[in-house]
């Protein structure tokens, strides 16, 4: 066959535009790693002093397949509303756990407890979980310009395995398969892990009305 020959080639999918608003997917996590904390996986804030996990989610299958969003976890920092932001990042995080290793969030069974727990942050790195995709509207921008950002993909919640709508790792979407992001390493399971979510319990997610983003904290 000829490179040249372009009648055999695949036609390229649109691009553009966001994710449409509480579409569910499996997607895969990739931290950016930002230089700060254990591991050095916590990036810094330029203006607050935060620490967060810069977290990168590309979509597995589906009509999606291969697309990408972005959220930042503030886990540290210096004043009452940073810890308050920690606190809904661990429920958060919590939640993208029990997703990625198939537990019920009422689950309070020793292996449900040693699931939760991971050796570090660094061991997000890689977990396949179920994902409601949401939209978020764009904002001014700050250069007194009047133009507004574009709208953009986020994290609405993980969806755990009591939801219907959870995709159980290994199965398939209809329509094309899930393609493996390149420099995946996937994730693994160890029950005698020791807990990194600042000790303690990380509150389990309370759960959206109608698919909208839920109120955590």
Same mark, same amino acid.
């Not at 790693?33 to 904390?37: R, S, V």
């Not at 660094?122 to 790195?125: H, I, N, T, V, Y």
């Given at each position: 066959?000829?490179f040249?020959?372009?009648?055999?080639? &695949?036609?390229p999918?649109?691009?553009?535009?966001?994710?449409p608003?509480n579409?569910?997917a499996?997607?895969?996590?990739?931290?950016r =790693?930002?230089? *700060?904390?254990p591991d050095?996986?916590?990036?810094?804030?330029?203006?607050?002093g935060?620490?967060?996990?810069d977290? &990168?989610?590309t979509?597995?299958?589906?009509? *999606?397949?291969?697309?990408k969003f972005w959220?930042l =976890?503030v886990?540290?920092g210096?004043?009452e509303?940073h810890?308050?932001?920690a606190?809904i990042?661990?429920g958060?995080l919590r939640?993208?756990v029990?997703?990625?290793r198939?537990?019920?969030?009422?689950?309070t069974?020793?292996?449900a407890?040693?699931g939760?727990q991971?050796?570090g942050f /660094?061991?997000?790195?890689g977990m396949i979980f179920t /994902?409601l995709?949401?939209? &978020?509207?764009g904002?001014?921008m700050?250069?007194?310009?009047g133009?507004?950002?574009?709208?953009?993909?986020?994290?609405?919640m993980?969806i755990?395995? &009591?939801?219907?709508?959870y995709i159980?790792?290994?199965?398939? =979407?209809a329509g094309k398969p899930?393609?493996?992001?390149q420099?995946f390493?996937g994730?693994? =399971?160890? /029950?005698?892990r020791?807990a990194a979510?600042?000790g303690?319990?990380?509150?389990a997610?309370k759960s959206?009305p109608?698919?909208? /983003?839920?109120?955590?904290g």
């Open positions: 066959m000829s040249f020959d372009f009648n055999t080639a &695949e036609s999918r649109p691009r553009g535009g966001v994710i608003n579409t569910v499996q997607v895969v996590l990739a931290l =790693f930002g230089g *700060h904390g050095r996986v916590l990036k810094a804030s330029s203006r607050s935060a620490l967060m996990l977290c &990168e989610f979509v597995m299958g589906g009509p *999606h397949d291969t697309r959220s =976890f886990v540290d210096d004043t509303g810890a308050q932001a606190g990042s661990r958060q939640a993208i029990e997703s990625a198939g537990i019920n969030p009422l689950d069974s020793p292996e407890r040693a939760r991971i050796a /660094a061991e997000l790195d /994902a995709i949401g939209v &978020e509207k904002k001014p700050a250069d007194g310009s133009d507004i950002y574009d709208d953009k993909n986020i994290l609405s993980a755990t395995p &009591e939801d219907s709508r159980r790792n290994g199965q398939q =979407f899930a393609t493996q992001p420099g390493k994730s693994t =399971f160890k /029950a005698d020791p979510f600042g303690g319990e990380a509150p997610p959206a109608n698919g909208s /983003a839920p109120a955590w």
